[in-house]
């Protein structure tokens, strides 16, 4: 099973929680030191992993295709990719958006996650039950306004699955929407201390393990 965002709140966690699980995981983040206290993380909890560091804005398809033929190396298939990363600089009126971020915001939350998903197909149909998983944040659905590039590849993200499972009927493709959540990223739109929607990511992690178990249908 792939990760990525492996050492973010809502990554890591669930990479713990599927090490307990019995997953064999490979851990991907664009920072070596942090993805090694992941690693040690899931070990403690009874598991291994290996580390892919990569950072998803300048990754190119061919390095994508590198990474499908490592991992196909190591393991010959791939049971499962939940993308848990994604890229959001703050709330800012669309108006006054730094071009470049809202770029990378879009690159990395929508296009970078199809690309790797892209390289990832034949090992994930090797497996016979590939399982693709992406977290999807429902607020700026709900309160659109101010969310940028993360807010469009949200919505993006949507389509992106409903197309995938579609075409892909041997795979389950999923999106995986969470609830507000504790972590970096959303401290990023909200100071802290007056956050009282937002919720340990430990206790959301059992939604993505049903999924990755085989429960609900794909999209
Ligand atoms: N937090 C919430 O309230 C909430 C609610 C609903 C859905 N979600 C979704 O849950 C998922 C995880 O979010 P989170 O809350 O756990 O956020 P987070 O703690 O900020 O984790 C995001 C991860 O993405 C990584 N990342 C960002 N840019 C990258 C790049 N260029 N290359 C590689 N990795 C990169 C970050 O690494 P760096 O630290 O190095 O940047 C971090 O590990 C996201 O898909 C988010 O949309 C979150």
Redesign the pocket.
């Known amino acids: 099973m792939l990760v990525?965002?492996a050492?973010?709140?809502?990554?890591r966690a669930l990479a713990v929680d599927c090490a307990r699980a019995g997953a064999r995981l490979v851990l991907l983040?664009?920072?070596a030191r942090?993805l090694e206290r992941a690693a040690d993380a899931v070990e403690q909890a009874g598991g291994e992993a290996l580390l892919y560091p990569?950072?998803?804005?300048g990754a190119t398809p061919d390095d994508y295709a590198e990474l499908a033929a490592r991992v196909g190396e190591g393991a010959g298939r791939l049971d499962a990719l939940v993308?848990?990363?994604?890229?959001f600089p703050g709330l800012t009126p669309l108006e006054h958006s730094d071009p470049a971020a809202f770029a990378r915001a879009l690159h990395?939350g929508l296009t970078a996650r199809w690309w790797l998903t892209q390289a990832c197909l034949p090992l994930l149909r090797d497996s016979g039950a590939g399982r693709v998983v992406f977290?999807?944040?429902p607020?700026p659905r709900a309160f659109p306004a101010y969310w940028g590039g993360y807010g469009v590849a949200?919505r993006g993200l949507e389509a992106l699955v409903e197309t995938l499972a579609a075409e892909q009927p041997g795979l389950a493709v999923h999106a995986l929407h969470?609830?507000?959540?504790r972590?970096?990223?959303?401290a990023r739109a909200y100071a802290a201390d007056e956050d009282r929607l937002?919720r340990d990511?430990a206790g959301f992690t059992g939604p993505c393990l049903d999924l990755l178990a085989g429960g609900g249908e794909g999209a």
């Open positions: 990525t965002g050492y973010g709140g809502y990554g983040g664009r920072n942090k990569l950072d998803l804005e993308h848990c990363a994604a890229h990395v977290a999807v944040d607020g949200q969470l609830p507000p959540l972590t970096p990223l959303r937002a990511p």
